[in-house]
DNA sequence: CAATTGACTAGTT
DNA sequence: AAACTAGCCAATT
């Protein structure tokens, strides 16, 4: 079959940051955490945005708690759901007087891949 | 293809 | 210390 109109090819480099992401966050031992930008700089990139993008988009596969924001902060708007988890894997917290009402002790449990 | 967006980050005000 | 700004990168419109 000829190919797909030309230039209609599915560009790879979509499905392989992604699939990236999911690689490194899949990796991420329990009870330790990484941020969005670790894990994009372990991808040689520094879209931490574009990390949570594909947290957002695709992150539901993988331990997505474990990547957190740089400040020890869990995702934006799964703060209640992602405490239950790190409860259940030991992971370290603080209590802080935020609307999230703890922080991760990054200093403790930073994971380096 | 330009503009917008988003589970971000660091620096200023 | 909280709010604002700017910088970054990839996907979506």
Redesign the pocket.
Known sequence: MSQQHAAGRRPQ??EG??EAVLVVVADIPAGQVA???DV?ALLG?????????????A??DVP?WRVV???GRP????AER?RRHYVAEGTPLRPSADDDGYRIDLAACRWRG
């Open positions: 480099p979509a940051f992604v941020t969005y930008g994009a990139s520094r879209g931490a945005r574009a990390v949570g993008r594909v947290m957002a988009r992150g539901g997505w924001r740089a400040g995702p934006a708007g799964h992602a």
